[in-house]
């Protein structure tokens, strides 16, 4: 189609606005999504509160700890501890519930060095 005025070029520059703008839409769209499918987690404030919370024993230890986003204002988290005690897993998920940010959160306890795992073999009489 020809514009009047000897405007033809205008059909090829606009494509070429067109591609850059979805190309830099892309780009961090592509971004954003990399991260959530990767499980990056830039917030520390989150783990350091998870373990004030739960080492306040001087016997409880957090061993491992991993939490990833899983929506908007939404983590998971999945925490083993080493402790002597003999609390459940929901007890210490008690004691992350006023973190309103994590919305599942899976406990794993293992028993310390010092205390008997329960799962050995049973001394034959």
Not at 19 to 39: E, M, N, P
Not at 84 to 90: C, D
């Amino acid at each position: 189609m020809l514009l009047p005025w000897g405007w033809a070029f205008l059909d090829p520059v606009m494509g070429i606005v067109g591609a850059l703008v979805i190309t830099r839409w892309s780009v961090g769209l592509l971004g954003q999504t990399g991260r959530v499918l990767l499980d990056y987690n830039n917030d520390t404030g989150l783990a350091g509160q998870i373990r004030d919370r739960l080492e306040n024993g001087a016997d409880t230890q957090v061993e491992d700890l991993h939490i990833w986003r899983i929506g908007p204002g939404h983590h998971s988290a999945i925490v083993a501890l080493r402790t002597s005690s003999h609390q459940t897993p929901e007890d210490f998920k008690q004691q992350l519930c006023s973190i309103a940010s994590l919305s599942h959160v899976t406990v794993e306890i293992n028993p310390a060095a010092n205390q008997p795992s329960g799962t050995g073999e049973k001394d034959s009489p």
